[in-house]
């Protein structure tokens, strides 16, 4: 009888909705607030404001970084917001680019009556934003799987990430900005193949099997007599995008690109050393 009771008292109970704190939502408010960004360059874009369009997604690129890091350290991963950065990465790293970009140079062509070229230029985009969700679709599989044998450490991606190459797919605007800072008569926009021919390169990578360095997860060890010398440096590239936001960020870029060739020597190296400790 007594559980009789207790049975419908525990039907009548009404039941409590799962509530959840401020730092485990955190990271979800992160990544739509940089979805947000992603799509707001667009906006941009179609007004012709193209430095804020650009700005806006390295926005966006600064938030998805955020919002990772806070996950972690407050221990709130879910896998609704893993999903969620998925869809918001293909909107802020892999349509909003493409949709800059194509604006941008359909600009020009427009001045100049050449329309009919649009839509051959169109393609390129279409290839970088499929590359883009491609790559991310990718991850979320490899992240899910056991990590292989054969990985040396978790400091090396395959291919280069999707928000890495949304800004090296803008640095042809970052480089017009530059030149508009010195009065340079010269209209990057104005030379579509080439820049068509870039977002090519930077979609082959995105998908590629290229090891690039995760800077996420290296640890970086700085020897204590040098610890001044990392804090200004830091305090001078502050002020140089402080004055030149775009030499600035056009210079991390090249440094990017550079450093591919350093991380396919340095993830063969590492690999080598973990077949030798096996084999002994």
């Known amino acids: ?14 039941h409590k909705a799962k509530q959840l704190s401020l730092p485990r939502l955190l990271p979800n408010i992160l990544t739509t607030i940089g979805m947000c960004a992603g799509l707001t ?5 179609l007004e012709g404001d193209w430095e804020k369009a650009v700005f806006a997604i390295l926005v966006a690129g600064a938030f998805d970084t955020v919002d990772g890091l806070s996950a972690r350290i407050f221990g709130s991963s879910s896998r609704f917001g893993a999903e969620l950065d998925s869809l918001a990465d293909v909107i802020s790293f892999g349509v909003a680019p493409a949709i800059v970009l194509y604006l941008w140079i359909r600009e020009p062509l427009i001045k100049t009556n050449e329309e009919y070229l649009l839509e051959w230029y169109w393609i390129p985009m279409l290839a970088f934003t499929t590359c883009s969700a491609l790559r991310l679709a990718r991850f979320n599989v490899s992240h899910n799987e056991e990590p292989s044998k054969n990985k040396p450490d978790n400091n090396y991606l395959v291919g280069v990430p999707a928000p890495a190459g949304a800004g090296l797919a803008s640095m042809p605007m970052g480089l017009e900005f530059i030149l508009k800072r010195f009065d340079a008569s010269i209209n ?14 930077v979609s082959a990578l995105t998908i590629s099997q290229v090891p690039t360095f995760s800077f996420r997860n290296m640890r970086f060890r700085v020897p204590r007599h040098q610890a001044i010398i990392v804090l200004v440096l830091t305090s001078l590239s502050f002020a140089v995008l402080e004055k030149e936001p775009w030499i600035f960020l056009f210079s991390i870029g090249v440094i ?4 591919l060739p350093i991380s396919i020597w340095a993830e063969g190296v ?3 050393k973990v077949n030798k400790s096996k084999n002994k």
């Open 256 to 259: 990017y690109m550079g450093s």
């Open 270 to 272: 590492d690999r080598r």
């Open 41 to 45: 360059s667009i906006r941009f874009a």
């Open 1 to 14: 009888m007594n559980s009789l009771q207790n049975d419908e008292q525990k039907t009548r109970r009404p």
């Open 188 to 201: 990057i926009s104005e030379f579509p193949v080439w820049i068509l021919f870039w977002i090519v390169i």
